[in-house]
């Protein structure tokens, strides 16, 4: 089976699938660069991964710091036992952003690999 005749960023031959018809597999091939460049572009326009890590810590934080309240007689128990509830609320919220998150990626890598498999077999869809 052919090889993509691209040189990947480290300097080494790709082991891409040539596009029918052509030398260069999707990533590497220069008439697709503008769906490379629209389709990257998207990823700096989310959050980053790193973003609900920071969110974790600010509560872990603030937790710390209303036990602290708590235990030094400054902070009501039961106002530390609602800001405590409305935290873990909160906290809950990030994972479920992190999970619709990282479905959307999903969905994003699956449909670039099948737009790319679709050009590589020349538009053909067996399905249809």
């Known amino acids: 089976m052919a090889k993509c005749s691209g040189i990947t960023q480290v300097g080494t031959a790709c082991k891409g699938i040539p596009i029918e018809g052509s030398q260069w597999c999707h990533a590497h091939h220069p008439d697709r660069s503008d769906d490379r460049r629209r389709h990257g572009s998207r990823g700096g326009k989310r959050g980053g991964r790193g973003r609900p890590q920071v969110e974790v810590n600010a509560v872990k934080?603030?937790?710390?710091?209303?036990?602290?309240?708590?235990?030094?007689?400054?902070?009501?128990?039961?106002?530390?036992?609602?800001?405590?509830?409305?935290?873990?609320?909160?906290?809950?919220?990030?994972?479920?952003?992190?999970?619709?998150?990282?479905?959307?990626e999903v969905v994003e890598r699956l449909e670039t690999l099948e737009?790319?498999?679709?050009?590589?077999r020349g538009g053909y869809n067996r399905e249809a």
């Not at 737009?115 to 590589?120: D, I, S, T, V």
């Open 61 to 104: 934080t603030q937790l710390q710091e209303l036990v602290d309240g708590v235990l030094a007689g400054k902070v009501e128990r039961a106002d530390a036992a609602v800001v405590g509830q409305l935290l873990g609320t909160y906290i809950r919220a990030v994972g479920a952003e992190l999970k619709v998150r990282e479905q959307l």
């Open 115 to 120: 737009e790319g498999l679709r050009a590589q």
